[in-house]
C-alpha cells in the first residue's frame, strides 16, 4: 500500500521549458550524511496514477549519457489522486525508512548529481544537471544540496524537462529550502 502521507522529508525540481502540468513530479528531495538520501515523487492529477513505464534514474559524478544510467528504478503500481512515492536508501536511519514506499539503489546520490524522471523514455522531470559535475554541490543564493532536504514549491506543478539546462538551485521553478512539506 502506498503512503500518503509524510513529516518533512525533502524536495526537488520544476521547469521552465514545461508543459503546463505534469501528473508525476519529483517533489522532494533528502541528501543526508551517510546513506540518509530519499526521493519523494507526487501525483498532482486529480485521479488515481498508473506507475507502469514510469522510472527514476541517477546519473553520477558529471554522466550526461541518457541512455546510460548509474542507476534505474522501474516504478509500478498505482498512485491515489494527490498522492506521494517515497523512494529511500536501505541504509538510511529506520526514521527515513519509516516514510518509505520502496528501498532502492537510486538513491545512492549525493548533492552533486541528477536524477531524471521518465514516462516511455520521454522526461516528465529532471533534479541537477546531466554532463555537468558541479563539484560537491548544486548550490546558488545560499541554496545548497550537500546534507540538505529541498522541497518543491507548492505552486510548481510542472516537471523540469530539459535535464541539460543549468540548474539553478535558488530558481523559483527548482527548490526552495525549508519550506512546508507537500504532505504532513
Known amino acids: 500500500m502506498l503512503k500518503t502521507t509524510l513529516t518533512p522529508l525533502a524536495l526537488v525540481v520544476a521547469s ?3 508543459p503546463a502540468s505534469a501528473n508525476l513530479i519529483i517533489s522532494e528531495y533528502v541528501e543526508g550524511g551517510s546513506n540518509n538520501k530519499a526521493v519523494e515523487l507526487y501525483n498532482n492529477s486529480g485521479a488515481e496514477l498508473s506507475l507502469d513505464g514510469y522510472n527514476i534514474s541517477l546519473y553520477s559524478n558529471g554522466n550526461g549519457d541518457l541512455t546510460s544510467p548509474n542507476n534505474t528504478l522501474d516504478l509500478s503500481g498505482t498512485l491515489p489522486a494527490n498522492g506521494t512515492y517515497v ?3 536501505a541504509g ?3 526514521e527515513l525508512k519509516a516514510k518509505a514506499d520502496t528501498e532502492a539503489t537510486v538513491t545512492y ?3 552533486d548529481d541528477a536524477l ?3 514516462k516511455g523514455g520521454v522526461i516528465v522531470d529532471s533534479f541537477g544537471q546531466l554532463g555537468v559535475d ?3 554541490e548544486w548550490s546558488a543564493g545560499g541554496v545548497t544540496t550537500k546534507d540538505k532536504s529541498l522541497r518543491r514549491k507548492l505552486d510548481i506543478t510542472a516537471g523540469r524537462v530539459d535535464a541539460t ?3 539553478d538551485t535558488k530558481s523559483p521553478h527548482h527548490l526552495a529550502q ?3 512539506a507537500r504532505h504532513s
Open 134 to 136: 558541479p563539484g560537491k
Open 178 to 180: 525549508g519550506r512546508t
Open 165 to 167: 539546462s543549468a540548474f
Open 116 to 118: 531524471v524522471l521518465t
Open 87 to 89: 523512494i529511500v536508501n
Open 109 to 111: 546520490f549525493n548533492g
Open 16 to 18: 521552465l521549458s514545461a
Open 92 to 94: 538510511s536511519v529506520d
